[in-house]
């Protein structure tokens, strides 16, 4: 079975830090583009950042940049978005998501957000979600 599983989730202070994972069965995650999306109660779901195949371009909305890494490691298929300085408005459940890069070129820069706004529609691969909750 294909699938991916994220991991990492809970309950954190306003400035505190979490590691989410996205782990990838029945598929290798290098050949994909991964991106982690957000939901939170009443809100559309959203692209908060993207990491692209087969080099690792990286991309993050405005509210995420000089907070979040998102980074992968091959070895365990496994895609990470590390938060700090997290605020009480990144309270949501986070989702990793998966497409496969059909081309044999690499994503130009420019094209990351444009992807990572079409994967919320297109993706192969979704995970089940886990609660971030950023409160004191």
């Known amino acids: 079975e294909q699938l991916v599983v994220e991991s990492g989730g809970g309950l954190v202070q306003p400035g505190g830090s979490l590691r989410l994972s996205c782990v990838a069965s029945g598929f290798t995650l290098d050949r994909y583009h991964i991106a982690w999306f957000r939901q939170a109660p009443g809100k559309e779901r959203e692209g908060v950042s993207i990491i692209s195949s087969p080099d690792s371009r990286t991309y993050y909305i405005d509210s995420a940049k000089g907070r979040f890494t998102i980074s992968s490691d091959n070895a365990k298929n496994t895609v990470y978005l590390q938060m700090n300085a997290l605020k009480p408005e990144d309270t949501a459940v986070y989702y990793c998501?998966?497409?496969?890069?059909?081309?044999?070129?690499?994503?130009?820069?420019?094209?990351?957000?444009?992807?990572?706004?079409?994967?919320?529609?297109?993706?192969?691969?979704w995970g089940q979600g886990t609660q971030v909750t950023v409160s004191a």
């Open positions: 998501a998966a497409v496969l890069h059909r081309r044999k070129a690499s994503l130009p820069p420019d094209q990351l957000p444009v992807v990572l706004f079409d994967m919320k529609t297109q993706s192969d691969y």
